[in-house]
């Protein structure tokens, strides 16, 4: 007697047509908020539409071709599992005491990220939705040459059951009420 091996169907729904070529790439904004504080959320064909929390997202604007989000998928056939990891990178040029003093504080914390990119019509993301973003890594360069970055870079890490979910822009920019810090 052969014994056939039990597989069970994880069933595709749908494929995918190749695209126009408009989209572009980068990031134009990061929001922070508070671990913790998103509540509920309401998603409708994997897009957040709602949250339930009162989080204050604080807004930092982002140019240049040097801030990046990097989602891996991470699956074994040996253990049966599949996770995300999310790099998130972004670089705040000009050096001031104000962004280092709030870039402390962001590095102990583990806020949930709010991305927004340089589409168009952008697509907004929450990275770090059940277990927060963590600072991995991070610098704080003055540049040796006039022409080099005289700013802060860091680097985020968020690891999770779920890729990051597309958000829709009235939720992110609805919360968006907290304050900014004015470099100049």
């Not at 091996?5 to 572009?24: D, F, H, N, W, Y």
């Not at 204050?56 to 982002?62: A, G, K, N, R, V």
């Not at 972004?90 to 927004?116: G, Q, Y």
Request: hydrophobic residues 40%.
């Amino acid at each position: 007697m052969v014994l056939k091996k039990q597989v069970m169907a994880c069933a595709l729904t749908t494929g995918r047509k190749l695209p126009c070529k408009e989209s572009v790439g980068g990031l134009s904004a990061v929001f922070f908020g508070d671990y913790g504080t998103l509540g509920n959320l309401t998603t409708t064909g994997g897009e957040v539409t709602a949250i339930s929390g009162s989080p204050t997202l604080f807004q930092y604007d982002l140019k240049g071709a040097t801030s990046s989000l990097t989602t891996n998928v991470i699956s074994s056939r040996d253990t049966g599992t599949t996770h995300y990891e999310t790099t998130l990178e972004i670089t705040l040029t000009h050096l001031d005491k104000a962004t280092a003093e709030e870039l402390k504080l962001i590095a102990k914390a583990r806020p949930h990220i709010f991305v927004k990119d340089n589409n168009q019509t952008p697509n907004y993301f929450l990275v770090g939705k059940e277990q927060g973003a963590e600072v991995t890594a991070g610098t704080v360069v003055s540049g040796a040459n006039f022409g080099e970055l005289s700013g802060f870079t860091l680097t985020f890490q968020a690891i999770e059951a779920i890729p990051p979910l597309f958000v829709t822009a009235s939720v992110v920019t609805g919360a968006a009420s907290g304050t900014q810090i004015d470099p100049a």
